[in-house]
């Protein structure tokens, strides 16, 4: 079974520090993973997908297979970052359908 | 495009009582999906459909009943309402070739009281 763990509840940094939100993995075949979040009062959205490579809002993530990481990292927090940042996980042996982490909580104070 | 859209965004139900939830999406996509976050548990299936006359099962499909008889609408129904069915309820969709990107809702906040 595919499962996406994310340790930390809750982050808090300062505006302009580095912040990382760490994604574990487990699954046994190729996957495909993606950072959503979630803005107060807004939906949930897609930020970034691996697959993808892409830097978003100067968020980055890298795929790490031998760890079965994929942690979320920006080098500048900005107070607008403050939001609900969940990991997710899809395979192709289960349907195409998306399995979440806990979540975690950012808070960038000023 | 209104994108999707769940009714209600709060409902109070007593234990036993039923309810639906109403899910619509006006983007014309295939797949569906209903999911509930729990507190510190992140987002779990529920339910999900590929297309109009086409569901399956999630994760935690217990105690909840959708049909999908449109492109557009996928409605949740919970029958018996129990306490542990206290959570926020999101609607999703995509687009067939599935990118991955889902498109939610607002969300639907319901207690059982």
């Known amino acids: 079974a595919q499962r996406v763990t994310q340790p930390e509840k809750l982050l808090s940094v300062f505006k302009g520090a580095p912040v990382e939100l760490k994604c574990n993995y487990s699954?046994?075949?190729?996957?495909?993973l993606f950072w959503y979040v979630q803005y107060s009062r807004q939906r949930l959205q897609l930020l970034l997908r691996?697959?993808s490579r892409e830097s978003i809002k100067g968020f980055t993530a890298d795929l790490n297979k031998g760890e079965t990481s994929f942690h979320l990292k920006k080098p500048f927090a900005q107070e607008e970052d403050s939001a609900m940042y969940y990991c997710a996980l899809r395979s192709k042996a289960a349907g195409n359908k998306l399995t979440f982490g806990g979540g975690t909580r950012v808070l960038v104070k000023p | 495009n209104a994108g999707v859209t769940q009714t209600p965004k709060f409902r109070i139900l007593k234990i036993g009582q039923s309810m639906t939830l109403q899910c619509t999406q006006d983007?014309?996509?295939?797949?569906m999906y209903w999911y509930r976050q729990d507190p510190g548990m992140g987002l779990k299936l529920i339910y999900y459909s590929v297309g109009a006359g086409i569901t399956d099962k999630g994760e935690v499909p217990n105690g909840y009943n959708v049909s999908r008889s449109t492109t557009e609408d996928f409605p949740l129904r919970l029958e018996l309402a129990a306490p542990s069915q206290t959570s926020v309820y999101f609607c999703?969709?995509?687009?067939?070739?599935?990118?991955?990107?889902?498109?939610f809702g607002e969300g639907s906040r319901l207690t059982v009281l």
């Open positions: 999703a969709s995509s687009i067939w070739t599935d990118t991955g990107e889902l498109f």
């Open positions: 983007m014309n996509h295939n797949y």
């Open positions: 699954y046994s075949g190729s996957p495909e």
């Open positions: 691996h697959i």
